[in-house]
């Protein structure tokens, strides 16, 4: 591995001696792209503005990739290319832990590739492979990942999306045959089961996001079935609405809640991300219905 470094090592020096700000906003923003904030913007703005069933499978994609990436970070455990060489310039603070393979980059597969694959359409096709590419160079420019963490997250990426696409259809019709108690106890038991097996912060945040989802789209088929068509007014309305209450939750308790280090912290945000993603497939369409910000679509 220390070849293998090395070689990753000099790539990533030869790149940072070209960066300047320009190119340092660049890539940030593509690596923002990759970040949990922005998926908040975006996940939401699928299923409550364009389409809310593949809007719900998306997420679910997303969810169990992060689950996954933490879990093989820690298996392989291997250092950052700012660990092994003080010289290599790191312009992301956020990047923690171990480097292989790159979450990032392991994400912007399944997102990009998911919505290029559901829509179909050639323009998104080439948009979602200049996306996955500079999200996953955006890591190495920024000096927070080695060339082969950015492939393993590809590689762990088409894997976790190919697998997710050929399952997630039959249990979806499977779980349509069966009684609302065994959707919520599988809506709660499979993401409190994972979480219990690998209780780490990044895990809380996706098994907790999907226990909360779950639960709300069990339940908001049942009393807020709605349908993200509508006129535009409608639609940025409802983005609207929907992005001030999941900011209060997610902005709010955040302040409320215990920080990293301090008693109950990891339950607390449990209990956090279940009201983020119980919003976003609960509270928030129910919302919208009342405010007749949408309709209701037929079950």
């Known amino acids: ?68 990436n933490t879990t093989l970070k820690y298996l392989f455990a291997h250092p950052r290319p700012f660990e092994l060489d003080p010289t290599v310039q790191r312009h992301h603070t956020g990047a923690i832990g171990p480097g292989m393979p790159s979450g990032h980059a392991q994400s912007a597969v399944v997102i990009w590739g998911f919505i290029a694959i559901e829509f179909r359409k050639a323009w998104l096709g080439v948009v979602a492979a200049l996306l996955i590419v500079l999200i996953g160079f955006s890591r190495v420019y920024l000096g927070v990942h080695f060339p082969t963490d950015v492939l393993g997250g590809w590689a762990v990426g088409a894997v976790v999306l190919a697998l997710y696409l050929a399952l997630e259809p039959r249990v979806e019709a499977w779980l349509k045959e069966t009684e ?17 097996l690998y209780p780490t912060n990044d895990a809380a945040i996706a098994m ?84 007749r910000l949408a309709s209701s679509k037929a079950l």
């Not at 660049?26 to 949990?36: D, H, L, R, S, V």
Request: aromatic fraction near 16%; glycine fraction near 10%; hydrophobic fraction near 60%.
């Open 1 to 68: 591995m220390e070849t293998i470094w090395e070689w990753g090592l000099e790539f990533i020096r030869a790149i940072q001696q070209v960066r300047g700000p320009a190119l340092d906003a660049i890539f940030k923003a593509f690596t923002f792209m990759g970040e949990k904030e922005f998926s908040l913007l975006f996940f939401t703005l699928i299923f409550w503005c364009v389409d809310f069933a593949v809007g719900a499978r998306l997420v679910f994609a997303y969810l169990i990739s992060p689950y996954v």
């Open 180 to 196: 609302m108690p065994v959707q919520l106890a599988l809506a709660v038991g499979v993401p409190l089961v994972l979480l219990l």
């Open 208 to 291: 907790a996001t999907m226990l909360g989802m779950g639960v709300g789209l069990v339940l908001g088929r049942r009393v807020a079935p709605f349908s993200a068509d509508g006129p535009l007014w409608q639609r940025a309305a409802r983005y609207l609405v929907g992005m001030i209450g999941l900011l209060i939750i997610y902005l709010g308790l955040k302040f409320v809640f215990p920080d990293e280090g301090e008693p109950f912290y990891l339950v607390m945000r449990v209990v956090r991300y279940t009201l983020v993603g119980l919003w976003g497939g609960l509270g928030a369409p129910w919302l919208f219905l009342r405010l």
